[in-house]
């Protein structure tokens, strides 16, 4: 079975600084990555996933993620945040043939002015 | 429409209340899921249908009841419940091809609180 572990419960950083958000998984087949952000009182997203091909994927908000197949990891990336990045970012995976979605216990990313 | 809807927005009720909880979806979506969050907790599945039959319980609790009466409709019954059900309790659609590939579109959530 796939488990997924997102090594920081949360990480605080200044507006405009960069930042990673670290995320592992661990399965026995092929698999499928996402992150999904959960904004204050609202429900999850996809910021983006991995499904095949290129190893790394972008955002339209300027977000990346790298699948590294090796180190069976899918970190999040951002060169520079802003205040409204704020939110909870949970990293996910599934499995082929699989119809479940394991999620990571989450990373709250906080942007100070 | 992206837009996954789901009422009530806040329910609270007593442990020998009856209520239900419903989600609507018109992306043509044919698998709905349901989810239980805890505060500070990841999304946890609890059902899901696909093409309208349940295709996974997650041996959730015989209190909680799902039904999907048509593909863009999803409700959770709930009869019963004790305090530590007290959670958002998440619905989300996808394509509903191959499921494990897709995106899924989460509604804003039913925050239940149970007295």
């Known amino acids: ?22 995320c592992n998984y661990s399965s026995s087949v092929s698999v499928y990555l996402f992150w999904y ?5 609202q429900g999850l997203q996809l910021l983006l996933k991995y499904l095949s091909g290129s190893t790394l ?11 590294n197949k090796s180190q069976t990891s899918f970190h999040l990336r951002k060169p520079s945040v802003h205040i409204s990045d704020t939110a909870e970012y949970f990293c996910a995976v599934s499995e082929t043939g699989g ?14 002015a | 429409d992206t837009e ?7 329910l609270v009720m007593g442990m020998t209340n009856k209520k239900s909880l419903k989600c609507e979806q018109h992306m043509g979506h044919r698998a709905m899921y349901w989810y239980k969050q805890k505060a500070k907790k990841p999304p946890e599945l609890m059902f899901v249908y696909s093409y309208e039959k349940l295709s996974i319980n997650e041996s959730v609790p015989s209190r909680f009841s799902p039904e999907c009466p048509n593909s863009s409709l999803l ?6 419940l004790q305090p530590e059900d007290s ?5 989300a659609s996808s394509q509903g091809g191959r499921a494990e590939r897709e995106t899924q579109y989460f509604g ?6 149970v007295l």
Do not use: W
């Open chain 2, 4 to 10: 996954v809807t789901q009422t009530p927005k806040h």
């Open chain 2, 75 to 80: 409700n959770l019954h709930l009869h019963a």
């Open chain 1, 99 to 112: 119809f479940k979605t394991i999620f990571g216990a989450g990373t709250r990313l906080f942007v100070k």
């Open chain 2, 87 to 91: 959670a958002l309790y998440l619905c």
């Open chain 1, 57 to 67: 994927v972008e955002s339209i908000n300027g977000f990346e993620a790298e699948f």
């Open chain 1, 37 to 41: 952000v959960q904004y204050p009182n």
């Open chain 2, 108 to 113: 804003p959530g039913t925050r239940l609180l």
């Open chain 1, 1 to 22: 079975a796939q488990s997924v572990t997102q090594l920081d419960s949360q990480v605080p950083v200044f507006e405009e600084a960069p930042v990673e958000l670290r």
